[in-house]
């Protein structure tokens, strides 16, 4: 039952990573050159227009939007996980059972959202303060 739920969450949760009219478009853009800041149409730009917006063909830009966007999915789940275990002590009326098991929900997801930012935190002092590799600032 936990495992049905939890993936409900997931799914729901993309559903802020963007608006279905961008995912499910069609394009007829598709393989036209872009630039990546601005989404504008070019015939120089480092970038090639998808159904999903412009994406960057440099491997640096490319590389840093991967990782806000799964960043930005990791926060989204767990906040979610922490309705949920919200949710689950409210309505356990009680039950000690239902009581912990939404305490240990809520410092599961919490625990997670403190593993997300401590890695890109050291990935970060690794990339850019010790190795300076370039295009991480």
């Known amino acids: 039952m936990s495992k049905v739920l939890i993936l409900i969450l997931i799914a729901v949760s993309f559903l802020f990573l963007g608006s279905f009219q961008q995912v499910f478009a069609v394009t007829t853009a598709a393989g036209v050159a872009c630039n990546p800041q601005s989404g504008q149409n070019l015939a120089w730009g480092k970038g090639i227009?998808?159904?999903i917006g412009c994406i960057p063909t440099e491997p640096t830009e490319l590389i840093n939007g991967i990782?806000?966007?799964?960043?930005?999915?990791?926060?989204?789940?767990?906040?979610?996980?922490?309705i949920f275990g919200?949710?689950?002590?409210?309505?356990?009326?009680?039950?000690?059972?239902?009581?912990?098991?939404?305490s240990e929900q809520i410092t599961s997801a919490v625990l997670g959202l403190l593993f997300i930012i401590f890695a890109v935190m050291l990935l970060k002092i690794i990339g850019v303060d010790i190795l300076q590799l370039p295009g991480f600032q």
């Open 86 to 102: 919200v949710f689950q002590m409210i309505t356990s009326a009680g039950n000690p059972d239902g009581v912990k098991k939404g």
């Open 67 to 82: 990782i806000k966007v799964a960043i930005a999915a990791g926060g989204g789940i767990a906040l979610l996980l922490m």
């Open 49 to 51: 227009k998808t159904a």
